[in-house]
């Protein structure tokens, strides 16, 4: 076995760190992140940082970088309050990737990486049509984080849009037939394989 230590943090090259720290937890739920500009323009990113807070009231958690100049997720989630969470397929994962790139403010990722927003009524956040899991969101709390920087947004989910073969009988999302994917640190993507579901434990 390799034993770094915390010491041996401070030594590392910055990207091997990133690397070591990103994936060193193993596989994580990725999605499209969808929000809407100022100008009303459609905007995606990626991110990997979604966890669940609770089921009633029905939340979830994002945690955001620290914002640089050309980060526009944070502000306009800021500003607008709605955004969605849009999971990610192997069909199109290298155009998702691509979504996390620094583009412009006045570049719309939808475009730029060729895929499709799509609107519901009521709802200023665009999704992402090649989704088949899709998650309407508004903000509840803002925490900022003193130990780095970085920002969790807690959403409320206010809808969610899923072909009704993925729900079974009992409300469980089955995401192999959901055919989401998982990423380990910021570029290496997994599909899933189910290896079964087992029954709520009893002593
Ligand atoms: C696999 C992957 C996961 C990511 N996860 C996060 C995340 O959880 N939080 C975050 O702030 N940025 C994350 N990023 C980086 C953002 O996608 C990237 O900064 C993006 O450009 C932000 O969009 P914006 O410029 O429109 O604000 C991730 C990138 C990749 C490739």
Do not use: W
Not at 28 to 51: D, I, M, P, R
Not at 81 to 93: A, Q, R
Not at 153 to 168: M, V
Request: aromatic content about 8%; some cysteine.
């Amino acid at each position: 076995m390799k034993t770094v230590t915390a010491q041996d943090f401070a030594q590392m090259e910055r990207r091997y760190r990133a690397n070591l720290i990103n994936s060193v937890t193993g596989l994580k739920q990725v999605h499209l992140l969808g929000t809407v500009n100022e100008g009303g323009q459609a905007n995606l990113a990626v991110v990997n940082s979604v966890f669940h807070v609770g089921a009633n009231p029905a939340l979830l958690g994002v945690v955001f970088r620290p914002p640089r100049a050309e980060n526009t997720t944070l502000a306009n989630i800021r500003r607008d309050k709605e955004y969605t969470l849009n999971n990610i397929l192997p069909g199109f994962y290298k155009q998702a990737h691509q979504a996390s790139a620094a583009y412009e403010p006045n570049v719309s990722e939808f475009k730029a990486c060729g895929l499709t927003p799509i609107y519901y009524e009521g709802i200023s956040a665009p999704f992402v049509a090649e989704s088949t899991i899709q998650i309407a969101l508004c903000v509840s709390q803002e925490l900022p984080l003193e130990v780095n920087g970085t920002t969790i947004i807690i959403g409320k989910i206010t809808g969610i849009s899923i072909n009704k073969d993925i729900i079974a009988e009992d409300g469980y999302v089955d995401q192999h037939a959901a055919g989401s994917i998982t990423v380990a640190g910021l570029d290496s993507y997994f599909t899933n394989e189910p290896l079964g579901r087992l029954p709520y434990t009893k002593e």
